[in-house]
């Protein structure tokens, strides 16, 4: 006997209508009940406000570096001189080799979250790159790591030149 031949008296069409109505509406609670969980996910807009940060460039004569915050971390901008640009071409001597090309941009702005790779603190700028006050970690105007128990040069942080004297740290060229 089909379905369509039986009555809708019969007790088991009855049940089945039952339990698919029970398991539509069951669903239809479980979705409702999770969805505040699900969107408490997605960051908050103080999260967002944090993922980017905008640098001006302005007033910055070459030798000369500023702190800006990205994250809640510190962003270390230096200009470079010519002098400490042509110092910097190669690879670099210490643990972690790789070419200044590779980590600016432009030659004459290096752009590096200022904390140390070993356990986080926040070097010291120095004539020739930086100085890590806890243990001793040093490294060069190309944030690479000449010596200490830093295993890895400086971070480098997403930026894009928007002008000739604006940055945006947290957003990857495209």
């Known amino acids: 006997m089909s379905d369509e031949d039986k009555s809708p008296d019969d007790p088991e069409r009855r049940d089945f209508l039952l339990n698919s109505a029970t398991g539509i509406v069951a669903g239809a609670g479980i979705a409702t009940a999770c969805w505040p969980f699900i969107s408490s996910m997605n960051p908050s807009s103080d999260v967002l406000s944090k993922a980017t940060a905008e640098a001006s460039l302005k007033g910055l004569r070459p030798g000369e570096s500023k702190t800006v915050e990205w994250q809640g971390k510190p962003v270390f901008i230096v200009r470079r001189t010519e002098k400490q640009i042509a110092a910097m071409d190669g690879l670099g001597e210490g643990k972690d080799p790789q070419a200044d090309s590779e980590r600016a941009q432009n030659p004459d702005w290096l752009i590096v979250v200022g904390l ?43 930026y894009e030149f928007v002008s000739a004297d604006k940055i945006i740290i947290g957003k990857a060229k495209s």
């Open 116 to 158: 140390c790779t070993h356990l986080g603190c926040v070097p010291t700028r120095k004539k020739d790159g930086w100085m890590c006050p806890c243990h001793g970690s040093a490294y060069d105007n190309s944030g690479r790591i000449l010596y200490g128990p830093a295993p890895t040069n400086l971070e480098l942080p997403p």
